[in-house]
C-alpha cells in the first residue's frame, strides 16, 4: 500500500466509530469500490490517541492495485478534480441533457460511456442507508482514460465507476423512514445531483434493471439477519479498547451511549426495508 488513512471514524466519532467501515463492507461484493478497515490504535510519539481506523485511501494508488491501470492515466472526480479532468465526465452529461436516455438508442450509447450496474448499484447503497450527507458531496466516481472497449475487464474499459465515500451520516437516529429514493432521483436542473438517476429512471429498460436489482439486494445484502451480525462483529472488534478511547476523549460520554448507539443502528437495519419498499412502490 503506497497510501493509507488513520481516521478517527469522522462525523461518527462521539458515536459507533465504525458506522462508515461497516457500511463499505457491508456492500464490498457489489459493483462498487469501497475502502478496507481494519481497527488500530494510535498513538504519537508515545501517547495514547484511541481507537482509530485504518482505511485504504481512494487515490490513484489505489485503482492501480485494485484494477491494475495506469495510474498516471486516470479521471478520478469527487466535488473537485482529483486526477484528470472533467471532459469526458461533461460530454456524457451534455449528451443525456441534449439527447434524454429515453430511447434505446441514446441509452445504448450511455452505456459505453458510464458502467450503469456499477451506477445502481452505488445509488442504491446511498439510498438504503439514507446518507443525509451526500448528493453533491461526500462523492467520487472514476475512469481509465481509454476509448470504451466491451471485452476488457471491468475497470479497464474506459467507462465511469462509482465509490463509496464517508458515509458516517447514513443509519442516523429515526431516520429508517426517510425517502431518501424520491430526493436522489428529483430531476431540476442538469447540476444538481438527482438528475442522472432521474433521468435514467425513464428509460424503461434501465428502470425495470433498477427495480429488480433493488428487491434483490433487499432480499439480500440488506436483510437485517445478514447486516446485524456484521454490525456486531464490528462492536466486538473495539468492544474491549472502547473504555480507554472514552477515558482519552470523553466521546462518546460513556459506555452506555456507545452501545446506545449501536443499538439505533439496529433499529434502522430493522425498520428500513419496509420502509424502502413502500418507498419504491410510490415511485414506481
Known sequence: YKTFLLRNAGNDYASTLFRDAFIHE???????????????????????????????????????????????????????????????????????????????????????????????DYQITEIFYNNLDWGTNNIQYWRLKAPFSPTAPPGKDGRWRWSLYDTDACMSDSTWAGDKL???????????????????????????????????????????????????AKKEGIRQEIIRHIDRWKTPSDTSTWTSQINNCITFIEQRPAFQRQHIRNKF
Do not use: C
Not at 459493483?31 to 482505511?55: C, M, S, T
Not at 472526480?77 to 449528451?95: F, I, P, Q, R
Open 26 to 120: 457491508s456492500v464490498a461484493h457489489l459493483k462498487i469500490d469501497i475502502q478496507a478497515y481494519r481497527p488500530a490504535v494510535l498513538f504519537l510519539n508515545g501517547e495514547y490517541w484511541g481507537i482509530h481506523n485504518l482505511r485504504q485511501r481512494q487515490d490513484k494508488h489505489y485503482y492501480n492495485q485494485k484494477y491494475n491501470v495506469d495510474a498516471d492515466n486516470l479521471d478520478v472526480l469527487s466535488e473537485e478534480v482529483e486526477e484528470g479532468d472533467t471532459t469526458h465526465y461533461n460530454a456524457m452529461l451534455n449528451y443525456v441533457v441534449t439527447n434524454g436516455v429515453t430511447d434505446t438508442t441514446h441509452y445504448e450509447y450511455l452505456k459505453t460511456q458510464m458502467d450503469v450496474e456499477s451506477f445502481s
Open 182 to 232: 424520491s430526493e436522489a432521483s428529483y430531476i431540476s436542473n442538469w447540476w444538481e445531483p438527482g438528475y442522472l438517476l432521474g433521468k435514467l429512471l425513464q428509460n424503461s429498460s434501465f428502470q425495470n434493471d433498477f427495480i429488480n436489482r433493488f428487491a434483490d439486494l433487499l432480499n439480500t445484502t440488506f436483510l437485517p439477519s445478514r447486516l446485524t451480525p456484521l454490525l456486531q
